[in-house]
Each structure stands twice: as C-alpha cells, then as structure tokens.
C-alpha cells in the first residue's frame, strides 16, 4: 500500500449504508416478494438469520450448510442455490447517492457478513471497491477491537488516515476507540460534510 495518496482511505459499511436493506416496517426489503416468487414462507427466513447465523458470519459455520439445515427443518424444497441467487440478486438495493461516492475515495467494504455475500459485494463494486474485509473471514464482527485492528494491519494505514462509514452508533464508537475518523451514517448531506472535511 503506496504511503502517499491522492484521495482519503475510506471504508464503507454495507448494509444500511451502501444498501437500502430493509423497508418502513424492518423487513428485508428482499424478502418481501420471497413467498410469492419462490414459494418459501418468511418463517424460515427468520431461522436463517437467527441466532445461528451470528456463527455464520463469524465464520464458524458453512453458508450453504446452515441454509440446508434450515430447509430440511421447514421442508422446503427449493434447492439452496437458487435461494442464494434470488438473495444476492433481490438484496442488491444500492444506496445511488452512496455508491457514487465509492469510487472518489480509496474505498473497502467491512461488514458483518458471511463469505458468499461479502464476495458477492466485490462483483457488484469491481473497479470502486478495493477490498471487502468481512467478518466472516476477519473470524470477528463489529464492534469487537480485533475486527478494526486486522483491517489496519492488512492495510498498512495509520489509525488517524482512516475515514469510517456505518450505520450504527456502537460500530462508530468503536472505530473512534481506535483511533479512526469515523462517522454514524443518517443522511447523504451529513456523510458529505463528513469527507469533505480535513
């Protein structure tokens, strides 16, 4: 990693941030249509994404593996990879204001997610997004210190020329514990004013 840089080293939340991921009422905006068009009730979407699936994301547990366990329990017949596609295919509701800010910056992705999602994430921001750092692989999820600490060593950059971008209040805080420039996104305007400071 070059030690001198054009633009700030900014790294981007995913989902709430990037992506508009769920709807007024909290719902996966994804999940929505899910029943209608593949048939597969939202029961067994809520114990996907139960306490099971923090393992997941922590890397402890195979994606697909779970996924089935899960299907088998609901009898659902729907093979897992066509689920997997319908997820990554509906679940790509892009933040545009966002998203057009990726590519101004050196900008990376680190997110609390499992490793299919977080490679899905680098195919869909291929020239705009350097690295996806995800938790899954990380083997740690925000806020937790060594989440933020391996991102510094694989980066190579100082604590103080990281510019952070997440949605929620504790992950922030504890970039900020770390030393990062960090900010709690709500707004375009206020995420703006954010990177455009010194």
């Known amino acids: 990693m070059p030690k001198n840089r ?3 080293v900014v790294v981007w939340d995913a989902d709430g941030v990037i992506f508009r991921t769920f709807n007024d009422r909290g719902e996966f905006i ?20 139960s306490d099971q699936w923090q393992e997941v994301i922590r890397g402890r547990r195979d994606t697909r593996q779970h996924m089935q366990e899960v299907f088998d329990r609901h009898r659902v017949k729907v093979p897992v990879d066509d689920f997997l596609s319908y997820w990554l295919t509906k679940c790509d509701t892009i ?3 966002v998203a057009s800010l990726l590519g101004i910056y050196e900008s990376y992705i680190a ?6 999602r977080a490679a899905h994430f680098q195919d869909v921001f291929p020239e705009s997004v350097r690295k996806v750092y995800a938790s899954s692989a990380i083997g740690a ?3 937790n210190d060594a989440f933020y600490r391996h991102i510094e060593e694989d980066m190579q950059v100082p604590p103080g020329e990281i510019w952070f971008v997440d949605n929620v209040l504790e992950n922030v805080e504890a970039a900020r514990t770390r030393g990062w420039r960090a900010h709690q996104f709500v707004d375009v305007l206020s995420l703006r004013s954010f990177l455009e400071a010194e």
């Open 30 to 49: 994804w999940s929505v249509t899910l029943t209608q068009d593949l048939g597969i009730a939202l029961e067994t979407i809520e114990d996907i994404f």
């Open 95 to 97: 933040n545009n204001e």
């Open 141 to 143: 999820l925000k806020p």
């Open 111 to 116: 997110t609390n997610q499992d490793s299919i």
């Open 6 to 8: 054009s633009s700030k």
